[in-house]
């Protein structure tokens, strides 16, 4: 059974930083592309950062040059870096791995306040 379990969320004040671990079981996690996802109030849900299986990045034009994505395939574990956050940022952050279609952990709050 797949399961991904996210992390790493909380509240943080504008300009500051939060990095998001996914840890993934149950997969072949080198084999798949990975994603995050958000997904604000009243707001369809939006694609942030992809990498590859090959180490490929790929960034919303909104996050480019703050947001990191990296894969750790030894942990079976996806981060997103997030730094200079902004309250525009604020949304229920989701990993995706294998597309759309496929697998998606549960999500995690982030919430960027003064």
């Known amino acids: 059974q797949v399961q991904l379990v996210e992390s790493g969320g909380g509240l943080v004040q504008p300009g500051g930083s939060l990095r998001l671990s996914c840890a993934a079981s149950?997969?072949?996690?080198?084999?798949?592309?990975k994603a995050w996802y958000r997904q604000a109030p009243d707001k369809q849900r939006e694609l942030v950062a992809t990498?590859?299986?090959?180490?490929?990045?790929m960034y919303a034009d909104s996050v480019k040059g703050r947001f990191t994505i990296s894969r750790d395939n030894t942990k079976n574990t996806v981060y997103l870096q997030m730094n200079n956050l902004k309250p525009e940022d604020t949304a229920v952050y989701y990993c995706n791995i294998g597309g759309p279609g496929r697998y998606w952990g549960q999500g995690t709050q982030v919430t960027v306040s003064s």
């Open positions: 149950g997969l072949l996690f080198s084999a798949y592309t």
């Open positions: 990498v590859s299986t090959g180490g490929s990045t």
